[in-house]
């Protein structure tokens, strides 16, 4: 889960952490597949769901609502969003920009001990990799980059980062774990030797390489948002079923 940076909604600290509370909750609602594309979010039941104000309830659905896993809908209310593969590639474009404009900053404002964590991730995600346990690997691939965000010590660029950071959990890029892994390797490798111009141009490669293979996946209709664990279980009153993803026969396969 994303690190929480407040934003003009704060009134209060209580009130900041009920609202991050249920924000959190509904996401994970989403994210499991409980709350399905298209269905109606009920501010009332939601309420009574979380032990809420519906005040509290409100003001989670619009942060909802900028990260793209809600919309509204005139006269009608909230919904879960109908995500479809050109609205992640948009993310990515976005992405591309944010993180290449965060890899440049960081060449003078990360600290030491920030690169030797960069690193450790790096090596993580790629052992997860070759271990086959591609949730755990997926979750460490995008701490790689927030904490990266983190480091170059803008929060400006950390807050709008946090809309693509959550649509990324419903992609997997599918690219060789090798090769992700020598790209984090290199970003760091940059802007430890203060080359912020190469660290721009690689770090926007990197995202530039994982669109295209969504992009390609788009091409050969093999593309299905990742909503929920390969290992999650139906509810027995769920009425309709969700995509399921595509197992990959390369074991060695990376989101990014």
Not at 11 to 27: K, Y
Not at 68 to 77: F, K, M, R, S, W
Not at 95 to 116: D, N, P, T
Request: glycine fraction near 6%.
């Amino acid at each position: 889960m994303a690190t929480h940076h407040p934003t003009g909604l704060d009134s209060a600290p209580g009130a900041t952490l009920a609202r991050h509370r249920v924000r959190d909750g509904i996401q994970r609602l989403i994210l499991s597949g409980e709350y399905r594309p298209g269905q109606r979010l009920v501010q009332q039941e939601l309420a009574a769901r979380f032990g809420v104000a519906q005040s509290v309830v409100r003001e989670s659905l619009l942060e909802l609502q900028f990260c793209g896993l809600v919309e509204a809908v005139d006269n009608l209310g909230m919904f879960v969003s109908e995500l479809d593969a050109q609205a992640l590639l948009g993310a990515y474009e976005i992405r591309e920009m944010f993180e290449g404009l965060g890899a440049r900053l960081c060449c003078e404002r990360i600290g030491r001990a920030e690169l030797r964590e960069l690193t450790e991730l790096a090596e993580g995600n790629f052992r997860l990799g070759s271990d086959g346990d591609l949730e755990a690997m997926s979750a460490l691939d995008r701490e790689f980059h927030y904490r990266m965000i983190l480091s170059s010590r803008n929060e400006l660029l950390a807050r709008l980062t946090e809309s693509y950071r959550v649509l990324g959990m419903f992609v997997r890029a599918n690219r060789a774990i090798e090769q992700v892994r020598d790209e984090h390797l290199q970003i760091v490798g940059a802007i430890e030797a203060n080359r912020p111009d190469e660290a721009e141009r690689l770090a926007r490669r990197h995202v530039q390489a994982a669109r295209q293979a969504i992009e390609h996946q788009v091409t050969l209709d093999t593309f299905v948002p990742h909503w929920v664990p390969e290992a999650k279980e139906e509810s027995a009153d769920q009425t309709t079923t969700p995509p399921q993803r595509k197992k990959s026969k390369n074991k060695k396969d990376k989101p990014s």
